[in-house]
């Protein structure tokens, strides 16, 4: 059975940095590629970032572009998200994803399983 399980999340202040984590058991996760996606209050889930199986290929929305790094320890079976300078903009729930393949896609019908989200939120 797959789990992933989100944490990190938190308040902060605008311009503030936040880690999230990804805890990942179930799956070969060292042939997934990982994804971080977002959802606002009465907003579509949005794509954030997402890492390769071997983590040579990463993606970001341009809006978090120079902001946020994702990246990921397949020792640990750990998906990671460092945001910096965050703006009111970036508060969401954040969810982890995997997909059952090694290179990254945005599309979130791309993700095959999903955890339960971890909330960020950004005070000004």
């Known amino acids: 059975q797959v789990q992933l399980v989100e944490s990190g999340g938190g308040l902060v202040e605008v311009g503030d940095s936040l880690r999230l984590s990804c805890a990942a058991s179930g799956f070969a996760f060292s042939n997934s590629a990982m994804g971080w996606f977002r959802q606002a209050p009465g907003k579509e889930r949005e794509f954030v970032a997402a890492?390769?199986?071997?983590?040579?290929?990463?993606d970001y929305v341009d809006s978090v572009k120079g902001r946020f790094t994702i990246s990921r320890d397949n020792a640990k079976n750990m998906v990671y998200l460092q945001m910096n300078s965050l703006k009111p903009e970036d508060a969401a729930n954040y969810y982890c994803?995997?997909?059952?393949?090694?290179?990254?896609?945005?599309?979130?019908?791309?993700?095959?399983?999903w955890g339960q989200g971890t909330q960020v939120t950004v005070s000004s």
């Open positions: 890492i390769s199986a071997s983590a040579r290929d990463t």
């Open positions: 994803a995997l997909r059952t393949m090694s290179y990254i896609r945005r599309a979130s019908t791309q993700y095959h399983y």
